[in-house]
């Protein structure tokens, strides 16, 4: 079996994944996370305050919520900022619902007491997968946080009830491939991003043919392919969060 990647990676590698903690000293809890080229910037600030309908309808706990946008030198053309087109970006707004439904999962807000968590993931530099590595970082962020608020005494009990993760896999020339840099997702026949927990359930499974259609077998090849990169990713992000606890 021997298909060239762009990268030269086995077809189930992931790319060289890492997470800088500290990187927005101004958020609860940050990271960047780095997936090869494709970098972002993953705040969580946590607010002690809920939505005004929140209170209005006494609705208890918290609210979470994500926003995501990709800086104008993340990509090769300049992409310019929602601001400057003076209308929001579509994807964007998709890609926003997708963290957000994706850190819900796994966040209790009747623990997160009456506070909001806000997540921002700006893409740094993209490179294919901005969105999963929006969530992973975004998971590892949140945990940082929420450890503040925990040694400040804020909170008693972590809210977050399991870890969460993401990655794309996508069919290239009839082959399934794990974790599509650009040059890869672009050309993919297939491509799909896959949101697991640590414990391996499903929170999102979304898949696509680009002009091209894909059997039972190949989405059972492709879903195999995640499970066995977020497994890797998993323990990426408890190596991380057990090095930064330890240092703080
Ligand atoms: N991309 C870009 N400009 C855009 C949107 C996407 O350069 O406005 C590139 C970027 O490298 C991105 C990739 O295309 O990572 C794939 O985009 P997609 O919408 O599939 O989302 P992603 O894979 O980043 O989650």
Redesign the pocket.
């Known amino acids: 079996m021997s298909f060239e990647r762009a990268d030269g990676r086995a077809v189930d590698q992931l790319r060289p994944i890492s997470f800088e903690a500290g990187i927005a000293p101004h958020a609860t809890g940050s990271v960047l996370a780095a997936f090869g080229n494709?970098r972002v910037i993953c705040g969580a600030t946590i607010e002690d305050n809920v939505p005004g309908w929140m209170r209005a309808q006494n609705v208890s706990g918290g609210w979470l919520t994500a926003e995501y946008a990709?800086l104008p030198y993340s990509?090769?053309d300049r992409?310019r900022r929602d601001s400057s087109k003076g209308k929001v970006d579509g994807?964007s707004v998709e890609i926003q619902r997708l963290i957000g439904r994706a850190l819900r999962a796994v966040v209790d807000l009747d623990k997160l007491g009456p506070r909001t968590l806000w997540i921002d993931c700006d893409v740094l530099q993209?490179?294919?997968?901005?969105?999963?590595a929006s969530i992973t970082g975004a998971y590892v962020a949140t945990q940082l946080a929420v450890q503040r608020l925990i040694d400040d005494g804020k909170l008693d009990e972590n809210p977050l009830k399991d870890s969460i993760g993401a990655i794309?896999v996508g069919i290239l020339e009839g082959t399934a491939l794990l974790d599509l840099c650009?040059v890869e997702?672009r050309d993919a026949e297939v491509?799909a991003n896959i949101v697991m927990t640590g414990s391996g359930q499903f929170v999102e499974v979304q898949g696509s043919g680009e002009e091209a259609t894909f059997s039972p077998d190949q989405l059972n090849e492709l879903l195999g392919l995640a499970s066995k990169g977020l497994k890797e990713i998993g323990s990426l992000q408890a190596e991380s969060l057990r090095e930064q606890l330890a240092t703080d």
Do not use: I
Not at 126 to 132: C, V
């Open positions: 494709t990709m990509t090769h992409k994807r993209a490179d294919g997968g901005t969105r999963t794309s650009y997702d491509d």
